[in-house]
C-alpha cells in the first residue's frame, strides 16, 4: 500500500485489512474483514443527482469497483472486461484529473459499508429527538462533502478523524508498530457487543452509613440528578468515589438515561442486565474507559474485543456527527434562502 490509496470519506480508515504487524491473540483477522466493503456516495452525471450504491471493493490507484445497488438515482452500469462485469468502475476522489477543482461535483465519495450504516442510524437517532422522520438527504451530504475535499487526496478536508487525525496519507498500514497502535480502531463498528458484564457486588447501606454525609448528597433526588447530568463523565465518576453516598441516589432510570445522552452509539439492546442486581456505576465506567481507549495502548492484549469493537463503534459515531452537523447546516442555509 501507498500513497495512491484512497481511504473511507467518513471515518479515515483504509479498505484493506492491514496485516502487518498484527502479532496479538486478541486480535481476529475475521474482526477486520469489513474494511475491505465499501459503497461510494456518488452523482450521477446524466440526472445530476445524488446517489448510493451498492457494496463493492477497491482497486488499484484509487479506483473502486461497486454494485449499481437499488438508488433509482444510480449510473447504469459499464460492462467491463473480466470479474468487474456489469459494476460500475469508477476513479474515486484521489483521481485529480476527474475532481478537479471540485467544482465539477462528480468524484465519488468512497465509503465502508459498514461506516454509512453508522451514519443512517445517528442520523435515526437525531431525527427520532427532533420528532422528525425521514432518509438521509444524499443531496445536503455530497455538497457537504464535495465542500470538505478542499483539494485533499486522501480525506475529507475540515474533518476531524480523531485516532487517525495526524497520519492520513501515509504508509501507517505497512508499520508494525502504527499497525498495532491504532488495531483497537478498526474493528466492526456495527458489530453486536454482547455485554455480557458480571453483576458487581455493590456497596451496603450499613457501610454507606459509615461515610459523611456532605450536603450535596442531601439535596432533593430530582435536583441531585439535574445538577450531575451537567458535569462530564469521568468528573461524575471521581465525585461518586469522592462521596459514595451519592450512589444509592442514582437508581437504574438515572445511569440508562446517562449512557443514551453521553454514549448514543451504545443500544439499549446490548445492556439486557437484570437491574436490581448490577452496579450501575462499575458498568458506566467500563463502557466510558472502553469507549475512549487511548492512542497509544502499552498492551493491545490487555483490552477484549468487546472493549475494541465499543471504541471503534464511539469513534465512527463522532466522525457520522461532524458530517450530520455539517449536513444541518447546509439544511438551515438552504431553508434559509427560500425564505428570502
Known sequence: MGALDIYCALCGGPFRIPTVGIKSATIQLDNLAWLERLLVVGRNVATNRAYVSGPGTVGNYGWVVVDAGEDVNAPLPKMMIGPSGGKISQSA??????????????????????????????????????EQSGPLNLEHLRTVMQQMLQGKTDSLGGMQYYEFEQVLGECIWEEAKEVEIRMPY?????????????????????????????????????????????????????????????????????????????MPYMHESEIEMPSDEVDWKCLFEYLLQASFLPLRVPNPNTFDERSMTIASRRRVWQCAQQLLDACDETALTQCKSEIS
Request: hydrophobic share 40%.
Open 186 to 262: 478498526l474493528y466492526d463498528p456495527t458489530a453486536h457487543i454482547q455485554l455480557n458484564v458480571p453483576l458487581w457486588k455493590t456497596v451496603a447501606s450499613g457501610e454507606l452509613a459509615t461515610v459523611p454525609q456532605l450536603p450535596f448528597a442531601r439535596l432533593p433526588t430530582e435536583l441531585l440528578h439535574q445538577v450531575l447530568e451537567m458535569i462530564t463523565g469521568p468528573d461524575l465518576l471521581r465525585l461518586i468515589d469522592a462521596t459514595p453516598a451519592i450512589s444509592r441516589r442514582l437508581d437504574t432510570s438515572f445511569w440508562r438515561k446517562r449512557i443514551r445522552s453521553e
Open 93 to 130: 476522489y484521489c483521481d485529480w484529473e476527474m475532481m478537479g477543482d471540485g467544482s465539477g461535483f462528480l468524484v465519488p465519495f468512497p465509503v465502508h459499508c459498514q461506516c454509512f450504516e453508522m451514519l443512517e442510524k445517528a442520523h435515526a437517532g437525531r431525527t427520532r429527538r427532533s
